[in-house]
């Protein structure tokens, strides 16, 4: 009785996975991989995740942005390891991110279409981000030095998705560069078109 029990549970299991893998393979067939793309289809606003680590830590956070006229445009840019480095202290270093709000970048790029026409390339220019830190009642002027050592890429397969990286390589404190400095890296892995 109890086998008999086993192997209809087992085959009402296998059915309803036989049915989901089916239901996949019908949505599928209407997406087309690699579809062609055009420069101008990198403008607009998109969401993701963006992933900052230094050293061992590693933290992730979601956040939105805007791509248009060449200019990335971030309302609100984390920059808790950047904050964390000039100021030692992490609840005082909490404190400051909570007064200093939201922190706004603009990132210039470059697009350039790939010769096949399914994807376009990003050169990035970034510019310093300077920040003002309070601390202790006054203020820390803190600027980080950012780079990007490789091309973003926008695609459109399933999604419309931009991927990307930078890198803060330096950051300097009231006018002093940090000498026991780990670079951080904001990953953006799969940012999507709204």
């Not at 981000?129 to 601390?135: Q, S, T």
């Not at 050592?149 to 890198?167: A, D, F, I, M």
């Amino acid at each position: 009785m109890k086998k008999a029990i086993r192997i209809k549970s087992f085959l009402v299991v296998l059915g309803l996975v036989s049915a989901g893998f089916a239901s996949c393979h019908k949505s599928d067939d209407n997406e087309q991989p690699n579809q062609i793309v055009k420069v101008e289809d990198v403008n607009g606003n998109y969401s993701g995740k963006v992933i900052t680590t230094q050293g061992k830590t590693k933290n992730e956070i979601n956040t939105t942005f805007t791509a248009k006229d060449k200019v990335i445009n971030y309302v609100d840019l984390p920059v808790k390891e950047i904050v964390g480095t000039a100021v030692k202290d992490a609840k005082k270093a909490e404190e400051a991110i909570k007064k200093m709000g939201k922190i706004k970048y603009d990132l210039d790029f470059t697009a350039a279409l790939t010769s096949t026409k399914t994807a376009v390339e990003l050169t990035f220019a970034p510019k310093a981000l300077d920040l003002k830190i309070p601390v202790d009642n006054k203020t820390i002027d803190v600027k980080a030095i950012i780079s990007a050592k490789q091309k973003g890429v926008y695609t459109h397969n399933r999604t419309r998705n931009l991927k990307y990286e930078l890198s803060v390589d330096k950051i300097i404190v009231s006018g002093t560069e940090e000498a026991k400095f780990e670079a951080i890296k904001y990953s953006f892995p799969l940012s999507i078109k709204k």
